[in-house]
């Protein structure tokens, strides 16, 4: 795929929503009994997914994961 538009790509966005579907799979993978409730920015040039979690001891916790594509490379 020839990217043309970097903010944010087409590829970043399908990234932070494919996480944001994810968020079940990631809970169980980090041992979180809870839903994890995400917040996703998409709109935004380096997009963004929010993990809103509670631990086992009952403490809240927000991870952030900001998606970066580069400009493609040309070897």
Known sequence: MKTSKYNPSVLEVKIAEAISNLKNEIAKEIGI???????????????????????????????????????????
Not at 47 to 54: A, E, R, S, W
Request: charged content about 35%; aromatic content about 0%; proline content about 5%.
């Open 33 to 75: 009994d809870e839903e994890i409730h995400i917040t996703e920015n998409t709109e935004i040039d380096n997009p963004t997914v929010t993990l809103h979690l509670t631990d086992e001891d009952g403490d809240k916790h927000e991870v952030v994961i900001k998606i970066i594509q580069r400009p493609d490379q040309h070897h």
